[in-house]
């Protein structure tokens, strides 16, 4: 138990659909992130979220929409995505710089 | 600009011997350092940080870490190997003053460990 609860584990979606990855935080950290994992590349950051406000938007497509409603929850909704954004998307929060802690991930594969 | 290289793509070690995960890193600034750890299925946690105090920084699990500004390294080390350390971990470096999304993790070394 980490802390930070990700669902769903896994998810297949066609590149018209539209679906969300739900991010939960228990630890009352007051930051949050969204990364995405692919193999062989480095953890990139999609996202960081401070009080509820984003912060940074790392030039991810629009296609990725990111929702935060409160310092506890943290959402990333997909529309019409593209078959390389195959990947694990990780959510992590923080309350020191640098000391993140994450999810478990949720798996998707766009077909 | 800062950057961080984990020199080696996968190392294995038998069970009981000795584990060694290589660091260096590019930094304009006093860095802070971070390894993770991630096994399999999981996500990632944080095993040990440095931010400029002790130079050799001891972790979860029996890990522990050296910051040697001469070499710019930050390598990752334990003893003796346990089965369970397989998994694949990240060297990640954040500059001082750096914003809370500034950091740039390595590409990651994947740990086998042999019985």
């Known amino acids: 138990e980490t802390g930070v609860t990700q669902t769903p584990r896994h998810l297949v979606m066609g590149m018209t659909n539209k679906k969300s990855l739900k991010c939960e935080q228990h630890l009352g950290h007051n930051a949050m992130y969204w990364y995405k994992q692919s193999a062989k590349k480095p953890l990139e950051l999609m996202f960081v979220y401070n009080f509820k406000e984003q912060t940074e938007n790392n030039s991810v497509p629009s296609r990725f929409s990111p929702e935060c409603p409160n310092s506890s929850h943290l959402f990333l909704h997909l529309h019409t995505l593209q078959p390389e954004d195959s990947a694990l998307y990780l959510c992590a929060s923080s309350q020191s710089p640098g000391e993140l802690f994450f999810g478990e991930g949720s798996r998707l594969t766009v077909l | 600009a800062q950057s961080v290289t984990q020199l080696d793509s996968h190392v294995s070690v038998s069970e009981g011997t000795p584990v060694l995960l290589r660091c260096n890193y590019s930094?304009?600034?006093?860095?802070?350092l971070f390894w993770y750890v991630q096994h399999p299925n999981k996500g990632l946690q944080l095993l040990l940080k440095y931010t400029s105090a002790a130079t050799l920084v001891k972790g979860i699990n029996g890990f522990e870490a050296e910051f040697k500004k001469s070499e710019t390294s930050f390598h990752l080390t334990k003893p003796s190997a346990h089965m369970s350390d397989a998994a694949e971990y990240f060297c990640v470096v954040r500059e001082y003053g750096g914003s809370q999304g500034n950091l740039i993790f390595g590409k990651g070394t994947k740990l086998s460990v042999k019985p």
């Open positions: 930094s304009s600034y006093s860095p802070s």
